[in-house]
């Protein structure tokens, strides 16, 4: 189960590095929750969850060559079909960090017998919305 | 435990069933992450509604206490943590559900820590005990 998680993390850090929406999307559930340090951003449809997927993509976009990489630290299970991943967000350009480490906490669902993000606690994305002109009002 | 006051609070609040005391605790919006669906408290009504059906169901048989543990916490960043919460029902020193885990994420909020997400399978024990007949939906908390 860890390999399938972090193969699911991995494949999450490709599509935001490649603007890719549809691997993104492919496995999220709906409705989506993103959760900064001050605001929840609920995105109830796939119209939604494309807006914040620019943001987040507009965001790092300024950092050509980045390489985004989810360690995870822990999984626990909750009953059969939930899953709370603590993981290390960091990201390199050329080898040399460009985001410090940070926790970084995801919570999957099992749907359609498959892994699915239901939500992701990320502290970060509030410095890098500051970067993307990411609005307050998000996907809400 | 950072969150473990909240967490107290949040449980008398309920067994007297007082409201404004488990706002207090509360953050709107407040997710929960059921293993089948996802539920969003986005008004006051919709965590009044959750609140008077648990308050509902502690004070249907006297002497019933909910008791709530931190496990252990997890900070995200410096204005998120998630705890790891056991929970169950006792009623005049009896437990009458078997103690139970889910997640618990709480919001700094000022100087006052919110829950804002609650991660807990519908197939728990307290789900299922707060499903009774006549109980619409689903409450985790």
């Known amino acids: ?140 | 435990m950072r969150t473990q006051q909240v967490l107290d609070q949040s449980s008398r609040a309920l067994e007297a069933g007082d409201f404004v005391l488990y706002r207090r605790g509360k953050d709107i919006p407040c997710v929960l992450i059921h293993d089948t669906h996802t539920e969003v408290l986005d008004t006051e009504a919709a965590a009044r509604r959750n609140f008077d059906k648990l308050a509902g169901l502690l004070a249907a048989k006297p002497g019933q206490t909910l008791v709530r543990t931190v496990l252990h916490e997890q900070a995200i960043g410096g204005a998120l943590i998630q705890s790891l919460v056991r929970s169950h029902v006792e009623c005049n020193g009896e437990a009458i559900i078997d103690p139970f885990q889910s997640f618990i994420t709480y919001r700094l909020v000022g100087s006052n820590w919110r829950a804002m997400m609650v991660v807990c399978p519908v197939s728990s024990r307290w789900a299922s005990y707060a499903s009774l007949p006549g109980m619409e939906g689903d409450a985790v908390w």
């Open chain 1, 1 to 140: 189960m860890v390999r399938r998680v972090q193969e699911i993390m991995d494949r999450y850090c490709e599509a935001f590095e490649n603007g890719d929406f549809a691997a993104f999307v492919e496995r999220c559930c709906l409705p989506f929750v993103s959760v900064w340090d001050q605001e929840t951003l609920i995105l109830r449809d796939h119209a939604a969850l494309r807006r914040l997927f620019d943001r987040e993509y507009a965001a790092i976009r300024h950092m050509p060559g980045l390489r985004i990489d989810y360690e995870l630290l822990t999984l626990a299970p909750q009953g059969a079909r939930l899953l709370s991943a603590v993981t290390i967000l960091s990201g390199k350009i050329n080898g040399n960090p460009a985001i410090d480490p940070v926790t970084v906490v995801k919570v999957l669902r099992m749907e359609n017998d498959e892994w699915r993000l239901g939500a992701v606690m990320n502290p970060l994305m509030a410095r890098l919305a500051q970067h993307g002109e990411m609005s307050q009002e998000g996907g809400r």
